[in-house]
Structures are given as structure tokens and as C-alpha cells.
């Protein structure tokens, strides 16, 4: 048995403009900062945690929800019932804006509860985009040790929280350079060395 690891195009998420121009760019405010999700929103992708996590946090903190799906009308109602005013759903967006929306966000959030090896992840390290995720899958053989301890188990809001909270404690910039190394391993380059060694042996 061998393993074939997704791959990236790493130059796409290097960080290429100022992040002043990109919140403009999305009409979002300087004196915010973004928990991002980008995913299919149902229940699998934890579609169904935002609203829950987004209640513990102040108006300071904004949850922006890229993607569309079955749970979208489900959580439009959850998030006027619950009266929220920092959950911004961006709808489905074009994957060239992904890299940028990646970068001018604080910390990735990926709740799922059925994952396998998510590219998703690797996009957020190219960024330098810390988060916070589920154990389930390969999340914790593909994250570097300094994530290590922001994987949680599946639906552990409280552990969620706590999480998000450190980071942007932290900073981002505390963890960008180690990502961005981990995410090279990803490389379109390294991984076609890997697929063509299958064929070698």
C-alpha cells in the first residue's frame, strides 16, 4: 500500500495583496477579525456548528461562510433566529478568489464530520492561515506540530472555541512561516515525484 497525498499550486496562495486592499476589495471592516469556513454547508462539512460557535463571540469577531448546499436555508434561519450580526455568508465564490479570501482571514475553521485528506487544509497552511479542525481522517498526519493542538474532537464546540480564541490571541503571524513549510511538501512539484516513483518501483 502506498499513500498519493493531494497536491496544490503553491505560488496561487502566497500572500499577493495588501491585506487593506482585499478587505476593500470584500467590503469588510479593518477592525475585524475573520474566523473563515469554505466548504460544502451541510451537515458533513459542520455547517450546523456556525451558528453555535459564532454566539460565543463578540461582534469584533466575523464568521465568514463561503460555499453553498443543502444546509444554506437551514442556516439563513438560524442565524435570524439567533438575531447574529457576525456571520457574513459570501455564497459560493469563484476558486480564484479563494487564495485571496484565505489571506485576508485570521483563522480557517473546518468542524467537519467526514473528512479524508482535505485539500482545503493545505490551501489554508500555503496561506499561512492557522485553524482549527476535526480529528477525523488524515487532518492530524498532514498538520504540522504547531496545529497539532488545535485538532479536536468532533463537535467539541468548547475545545473549538478555546481554540479560536488562542489563535487570535496569537496572531496569525505566529504560525505562518511553519505552515507555509508544511504546505510545501503538498507542492504540485514534490507530489508529481512522489506519482511518478509508483511507477519507478
Not at 53 to 68: N, R, Y
Not at 94 to 123: A, C, H, K, Y
Not at 191 to 198: D, N, S, Y
Request: charged content about 25%; aromatic content about 10%.
Amino acid at each position: 500500500i502506498r499513500v498519493m497525498p493531494n497536491w496544490i499550486e503553491l505560488e496561487r496562495f502566497r500572500p499577493s495583496l495588501r491585506k487593506k486592499d482585499l478587505l476593500k476589495k470584500f467590503s469588510l471592516s479593518a477592525n475585524k477579525q475573520y474566523v473563515l469556513f469554505v466548504h460544502r454547508l451541510a451537515e458533513r462539512k459542520g455547517a450546523h456548528y456556525i451558528v453555535p460557535l459564532a454566539k460565543k463571540f463578540s461582534p469584533k469577531t466575523i464568521f465568514l461562510v463561503v460555499g453553498d448546499g443543502p444546509y444554506q436555508s437551514t442556516l439563513e434561519k438560524e442565524i435570524e433566529t439567533a438575531g447574529l450580526k457576525n456571520v457574513k455568508l459570501l455564497g459560493k465564490i469563484s476558486n480564484v478568489l479563494v487564495p485571496e479570501i484565505m489571506q485576508l482571514s485570521d483563522v480557517f475553521l473546518m468542524p467537519s464530520e467526514e473528512e479524508g485528506f482535505p485539500r482545503v487544509l493545505i490551501e489554508a497552511m500555503a496561506s499561512g492561515l492557522p485553524y482549527v479542525a476535526s480529528d477525523i481522517g488524515g487532518v492530524k498526519e498532514i498538520s504540522p506540530n504547531e496545529e497539532i493542538s488545535y485538532i479536536y474532537p468532533v463537535g467539541d464546540l468548547c475545545k473549538f472555541e478555546e481554540g479560536i480564541k488562542q489563535i487570535l490571541t496569537l496572531g496569525k503571524e505566529h504560525f505562518s512561516d511553519k505552515l507555509q513549510t508544511q504546505a510545501e511538501r503538498y507542492s504540485q512539484e514534490n507530489v508529481l515525484r512522489i506519482f511518478i516513483k509508483l511507477f519507478q518501483q
